[in-house]
């Protein structure tokens, strides 16, 4: 089915961008406040380990695509509804192709970190609330960051 999806679908314009960000949305708010009420120890372990490799990958100016979207990927495991991981990789292709297809500047890659490091605290804290506000301004930032590139906003 992904397959199919993904061969008919071109991911460069910004409606179908604006269609994958708002099921991402639909999906990762969603995950980012059941992680905060249901993660595990080993769920923590997982993420600060991915954290820890993207900013050592960061830090010798590495592509980073694999931790960052690792990141979501353990986000999503930790709300420990499989549902919910099956839907999310049904996105992975896009996300690949959306990621691969964009510019990543020092600055975007800095403000990524960040804000991967603010939902794992709010995760950890169990701050359920805080957790999914921030993975709303993430998305936000991510969109954003895809309107600039493509030359939408100036």
């Known amino acids: 089915m992904v397959d199919t999806f993904v061969s008919h679908l071109e991911l460069y314009d910004s409606d179908s961008f604006d269609h994958l960000q708002e099921l991402r949305q639909i999906l990762e708010l969603g995950a980012a ?9 080993d769920d923590l372990h997982q993420m600060e380990s991915i954290l820890g490799s993207m900013r050592q990958r960061m830090g010798r100016k590495e592509f980073v ?4 979207l690792g990141f979501h990927e353990l986000l999503v495991q930790a709300s420990h509804n499989p549902l919910i ?3 999310y990789g049904f996105l992975t292709p896009f996300l690949v192709a959306v990621r691969e297809s964009g510019v990543q500047t020092d600055q975007i890659l800095n403000e990524c970190m960040s804000d991967h490091t603010a939902i794992y605290q709010a995760v950890r804290d169990q701050d359920a609330g805080l957790a999914a506000r921030l ?9 954003r960051q895809f309107a600039e590139s493509a030359g939408e906003i100036t």
């Open 33 to 41: 406040e059941l992680a905060a009420k249901r993660r595990t120890s």
């Open 65 to 68: 695509l694999e931790e960052d």
């Open 85 to 87: 991981d099956q839907l």
């Open 135 to 143: 993975m709303q301004e993430h998305m936000e930032a991510v969109r």
